[in-house]
Protein backbone atom coordinates (compact mmCIF):
# COMPACT_ATOMS: atom_id res chain seq x y z
CA UNK A 1 0.00 0.00 0.00
CA UNK A 2 3.41 2.41 0.42
CA UNK A 3 2.42 3.94 -3.18
CA UNK A 4 -1.07 4.53 -2.23
CA UNK A 5 -0.65 6.29 0.73
CA UNK A 6 1.86 8.59 -0.68
CA UNK A 7 5.48 6.87 0.35
CA UNK A 8 9.07 7.69 -0.50
CA UNK A 9 9.87 9.91 -3.34
CA UNK A 10 9.20 6.88 -6.27
CA UNK A 11 12.52 7.25 -8.16
CA UNK A 12 12.16 10.94 -9.71
CA UNK A 13 13.60 11.80 -12.84
CA UNK A 14 13.02 15.39 -13.76
CA UNK A 15 15.04 15.51 -16.92
CA UNK A 16 12.68 17.03 -19.52
CA UNK A 17 14.14 15.31 -22.09
CA UNK A 18 13.00 12.06 -21.43
CA UNK A 19 9.67 12.87 -21.10
CA UNK A 20 9.85 14.14 -24.35
CA UNK A 21 10.87 10.71 -25.44
CA UNK A 22 8.07 8.92 -23.58
CA UNK A 23 5.61 11.47 -25.36
CA UNK A 24 7.26 10.23 -28.74
CA UNK A 25 7.27 6.39 -27.99
CA UNK A 26 3.51 7.38 -27.16
CA UNK A 27 2.51 9.63 -30.34
CA UNK A 28 4.61 6.91 -32.53
CA UNK A 29 2.44 3.78 -31.53
CA UNK A 30 -0.87 5.62 -32.69
CA UNK A 31 -2.67 4.36 -35.54
CA UNK A 32 -0.56 6.24 -38.85
CA UNK A 33 -3.64 8.12 -39.79
CA UNK A 34 -3.99 9.58 -35.60
CA UNK A 35 -0.79 10.53 -35.35
CA UNK A 36 -1.25 14.19 -35.74
CA UNK A 37 -4.12 14.30 -33.47
CA UNK A 38 -4.29 15.79 -29.66
CA UNK A 39 -4.65 12.98 -27.30
CA UNK A 40 -6.34 12.39 -24.45
CA UNK A 41 -3.72 10.83 -21.70
CA UNK A 42 -4.71 9.21 -18.60
CA UNK A 43 -1.56 9.55 -15.65
CA UNK A 44 -2.36 6.90 -13.07
CA UNK A 45 -0.36 7.54 -9.62
CA UNK A 46 1.58 10.17 -11.33
CA UNK A 47 3.37 11.86 -8.28
CA UNK A 48 4.66 15.17 -8.92
CA UNK A 49 6.17 13.63 -13.16
CA UNK A 50 6.46 16.82 -15.16
CA UNK A 51 5.34 14.39 -17.99
CA UNK A 52 1.82 15.67 -17.21
CA UNK A 53 2.39 19.59 -17.69
CA UNK A 54 4.81 18.53 -20.83
CA UNK A 55 2.18 16.26 -22.44
CA UNK A 56 -0.37 19.09 -22.02
CA UNK A 57 1.87 21.89 -23.55
CA UNK A 58 1.92 20.03 -26.57
CA UNK A 59 -1.25 20.52 -26.89
CA UNK A 60 -2.93 16.89 -25.67
CA UNK A 61 -5.70 16.76 -22.72
CA UNK A 62 -4.17 14.54 -19.59
CA UNK A 63 -6.17 13.24 -16.37
CA UNK A 64 -3.53 12.49 -13.69
CA UNK A 65 -4.44 10.96 -10.67
CA UNK A 66 -2.06 10.49 -6.80
CA UNK A 67 -3.39 10.26 -3.80
CA UNK A 68 -1.39 12.46 -2.21
CA UNK A 69 -2.20 16.28 -1.84
CA UNK A 70 1.57 17.17 -2.06
CA UNK A 71 2.14 15.95 -4.87
CA UNK A 72 -1.30 17.21 -6.89
CA UNK A 73 0.17 20.30 -5.56
CA UNK A 74 3.70 20.44 -7.44
CA UNK A 75 1.79 19.29 -10.35
CA UNK A 76 -0.55 22.25 -10.58
CA UNK A 77 2.92 24.98 -10.13
CA UNK A 78 4.37 23.24 -12.56
CA UNK A 79 1.74 24.48 -15.00
CA UNK A 80 3.10 28.02 -14.33
CA UNK A 81 1.58 30.87 -11.88
CA UNK A 82 -0.54 32.35 -14.44
CA UNK A 83 -2.65 29.19 -14.95
CA UNK A 84 -6.29 29.26 -13.82
CA UNK A 85 -7.58 26.26 -12.25
CA UNK A 86 -11.20 25.22 -10.52
CA UNK A 87 -11.52 22.96 -7.84
CA UNK A 88 -14.44 20.72 -7.49
CA UNK A 89 -14.86 17.76 -5.37
CA UNK A 90 -16.75 14.65 -5.31
CA UNK A 91 -17.90 11.71 -3.60
CA UNK A 92 -15.45 8.59 -4.11
CA UNK A 93 -15.92 4.98 -3.23
CA UNK A 94 -16.60 4.73 0.94
CA UNK A 95 -18.20 8.18 0.59
CA UNK A 96 -14.38 9.30 0.57
CA UNK A 97 -14.49 12.97 -0.44
CA UNK A 98 -11.44 13.60 -3.24
CA UNK A 99 -10.04 17.31 -4.34
CA UNK A 100 -10.74 17.18 -8.40
CA UNK A 101 -8.43 20.46 -10.01
CA UNK A 102 -9.94 21.46 -13.84
CA UNK A 103 -7.10 23.96 -15.83
CA UNK A 104 -9.24 26.40 -17.53
CA UNK A 105 -7.47 25.44 -20.78
CA UNK A 106 -10.05 22.41 -20.19
CA UNK A 107 -7.18 20.11 -21.08
CA UNK A 108 -6.23 19.27 -18.10
CA UNK A 109 -7.69 17.30 -15.19
CA UNK A 110 -5.80 16.69 -11.63
CA UNK A 111 -7.48 14.06 -9.05
CA UNK A 112 -6.59 13.98 -5.68
CA UNK A 113 -7.89 10.42 -5.18
CA UNK A 114 -7.66 6.46 -5.28
CA UNK A 115 -6.62 5.24 -8.18
CA UNK A 116 -8.10 1.85 -7.85
CA UNK A 117 -12.05 3.32 -7.25
CA UNK A 118 -13.92 2.79 -9.51
CA UNK A 119 -15.06 5.93 -12.23
CA UNK A 120 -17.36 4.88 -14.67
CA UNK A 121 -17.26 8.14 -16.36
CA UNK A 122 -13.73 7.31 -17.52
CA UNK A 123 -14.31 4.30 -18.93
CA UNK A 124 -13.20 4.52 -22.74
CA UNK A 125 -12.09 7.83 -22.20
CA UNK A 126 -8.52 7.30 -23.05
CA UNK A 127 -6.13 7.14 -26.11
CA UNK A 128 -3.37 6.53 -24.12
CA UNK A 129 -1.70 5.84 -20.61
CA UNK A 130 1.85 6.55 -19.38
CA UNK A 131 2.93 4.74 -16.12
CA UNK A 132 6.56 5.47 -14.86
CA UNK A 133 7.17 2.76 -12.42
CA UNK A 134 4.05 2.78 -10.75
CA UNK A 135 2.96 -1.30 -11.98
CA UNK A 136 6.80 -1.60 -10.46
CA UNK A 137 6.08 -0.48 -7.00
CA UNK A 138 2.83 -2.04 -6.76
CA UNK A 139 2.71 -5.95 -4.62
CA UNK A 140 1.80 -8.54 -6.85
CA UNK A 141 -1.95 -8.29 -5.14
CA UNK A 142 -2.65 -4.95 -6.09
CA UNK A 143 -1.28 -5.20 -9.33
CA UNK A 144 -4.29 -6.94 -11.28
CA UNK A 145 -7.13 -4.22 -9.79
CA UNK A 146 -4.98 -1.67 -10.98
CA UNK A 147 -4.96 -3.01 -14.62
CA UNK A 148 -8.24 -3.81 -14.24
CA UNK A 149 -8.88 -0.23 -13.99
CA UNK A 150 -6.51 0.61 -16.77
CA UNK A 151 -8.65 -1.70 -18.94
CA UNK A 152 -11.81 0.24 -18.03
CA UNK A 153 -10.68 3.47 -18.48
CA UNK A 154 -8.47 2.89 -22.29
CA UNK A 155 -10.28 2.92 -25.41
CA UNK A 156 -10.15 -0.10 -27.73
CA UNK A 157 -6.66 0.28 -29.60
CA UNK A 158 -5.43 2.85 -26.89
CA UNK A 159 -1.77 2.95 -26.32
CA UNK A 160 0.00 1.74 -22.76
CA UNK A 161 3.21 3.43 -22.56
CA UNK A 162 4.95 2.00 -19.07
CA UNK A 163 8.82 2.08 -17.51
CA UNK A 164 9.58 -0.40 -14.86
CA UNK A 165 12.73 -1.40 -13.28
CA UNK A 166 14.81 -4.14 -14.07
CA UNK A 167 17.49 -5.14 -10.89
CA UNK A 168 20.55 -6.89 -11.19
CA UNK A 169 19.87 -8.47 -7.24
CA UNK A 170 17.57 -8.34 -4.86
CA UNK A 171 14.64 -8.84 -7.22
CA UNK A 172 12.43 -10.62 -4.98
CA UNK A 173 12.07 -7.40 -2.61
CA UNK A 174 10.92 -3.88 -3.35
CA UNK A 175 9.26 -1.79 -3.82
CA UNK A 176 10.44 -1.12 -6.57
CA UNK A 177 10.42 -5.04 -7.82
CA UNK A 178 11.79 -6.44 -10.86
CA UNK A 179 9.55 -7.09 -13.70
CA UNK A 180 10.11 -8.16 -16.84
CA UNK A 181 7.51 -8.37 -20.04
CA UNK A 182 5.83 -11.91 -18.67
CA UNK A 183 5.10 -9.93 -15.58
CA UNK A 184 3.38 -6.85 -17.40
CA UNK A 185 1.09 -9.33 -19.16
CA UNK A 186 0.02 -11.81 -15.91
CA UNK A 187 -1.58 -8.64 -14.84
CA UNK A 188 -2.89 -7.13 -18.42
CA UNK A 189 -3.85 -10.39 -19.60
CA UNK A 190 -5.29 -10.88 -22.51
CA UNK A 191 -7.43 -7.71 -23.52
CA UNK A 192 -4.17 -6.19 -24.25
CA UNK A 193 -1.54 -7.10 -26.65
CA UNK A 194 2.62 -6.61 -26.31
CA UNK A 195 3.66 -4.38 -29.00
CA UNK A 196 7.19 -3.48 -28.09
CA UNK A 197 10.08 -3.57 -25.82
CA UNK A 198 11.73 0.03 -25.89
CA UNK A 199 14.90 -1.93 -23.80
CA UNK A 200 16.89 0.85 -20.86
CA UNK A 201 14.85 3.96 -22.14
CA UNK A 202 17.78 5.88 -19.98
CA UNK A 203 20.33 5.59 -17.74
CA UNK A 204 19.74 5.43 -13.56
CA UNK A 205 21.94 6.60 -11.22
CA UNK A 206 21.27 3.35 -9.32
CA UNK A 207 24.03 0.61 -9.63
CA UNK A 208 22.71 -2.57 -10.74
CA UNK A 209 19.17 -0.40 -11.87
CA UNK A 210 17.91 0.02 -15.71
CA UNK A 211 14.53 1.73 -16.75
CA UNK A 212 13.15 0.04 -19.02
CA UNK A 213 10.06 0.70 -21.56
CA UNK A 214 7.09 -0.91 -22.78
CA UNK A 215 4.67 -0.25 -25.60
CA UNK A 216 1.04 -2.33 -24.62
CA UNK A 217 -2.32 -2.03 -26.43
CA UNK A 218 -5.38 -2.47 -25.60
CA UNK A 219 -7.26 -5.06 -27.42
CA UNK A 220 -11.40 -5.24 -28.19
CA UNK A 221 -11.91 -7.69 -25.05
CA UNK A 222 -12.35 -7.76 -21.59
CA UNK A 223 -9.09 -8.11 -19.19
CA UNK A 224 -8.16 -11.06 -18.25
CA UNK A 225 -8.89 -11.48 -14.15
CA UNK A 226 -5.76 -14.41 -13.87
Known amino acids: ENILQGGPT ?3 VDDITVKQQALAHIVE ?3 ESSRNEPLHILCPLAGD ?3 VQYAWSQGHSVTAIDLVPAAV ?5 QFGESS ?5 ESTGNNDEKEAIWKHSSGRATLYQGDMLAKRPEW ?3 FDAIYDKDSFGALTLEMRQPFCQRL ?3 AKTNAIVYIEVKNKESGRESGPPYHVEQSDLMKSFGSGFAHVKSLGNVYPLPMPGFSQM ?4 QRKDTECSSS
Open 151 to 153: SEY
Open 10 to 12: RWK
Open 213 to 216: GHIL
Open 73 to 77: QVMKD
Open 123 to 125: NGQ
Open 29 to 31: AQE
Open 49 to 51: DPF
Open 84 to 88: EWTQE
